[in-house]
């Protein structure tokens, strides 16, 4: 019997949706911690003053607790695979804390832009 995942004839993995989508989170995660670490090298320098370390460290934080939680979702997401269950998808709370948390960043970055005019 075919699956919904046959279409072409090779077997059904419910594991690669997963690891594409866990891969996906972890380049994210990636990409604000190096966003982060420039920001510590580069804000202090062009607009002076400590407190500019503040947006990198938050950044590194986020980045560390994104990278956690897709860790941890991925194994028990793999582990509902392996029992044979249908993996839970119960994500909107972790995308509603990174949107939230982009929001959040975006108006800090525009207040600090227009603070410096």
């Known amino acids: 019997m075919r699956r919904p995942g046959d279409a072409w004839g090779g077997p059904f993995d419910a594991g690669l949706q997963l690891e594409r989508t866990s891969l996906s989170w972890r380049r994210t995660a990636l990409s ?35 990278w956690t939680v897709s860790r941890r979702r991925h194994d028990a997401f793999m582990a509902d695979v392996a029992r044979g269950e249908h993996p839970r998808a119960n994500g909107a709370g972790a995308l509603a ?12 970055g525009l207040t600090a832009v227009l603070a410096t005019l």
């Open 32 to 66: 604000l911690a190096v966003g982060s670490l420039l920001s510590l090298r580069v804000l202090p320098l062009w607009l002076g003053g400590p407190v500019w370390v503040v947006p990198g460290m938050s950044g590194l934080v986020a980045a560390a607790a994104l």
């Open 97 to 108: 804390a990174v949107a939230a948390g982009v929001a959040v960043t975006g108006a800090l």
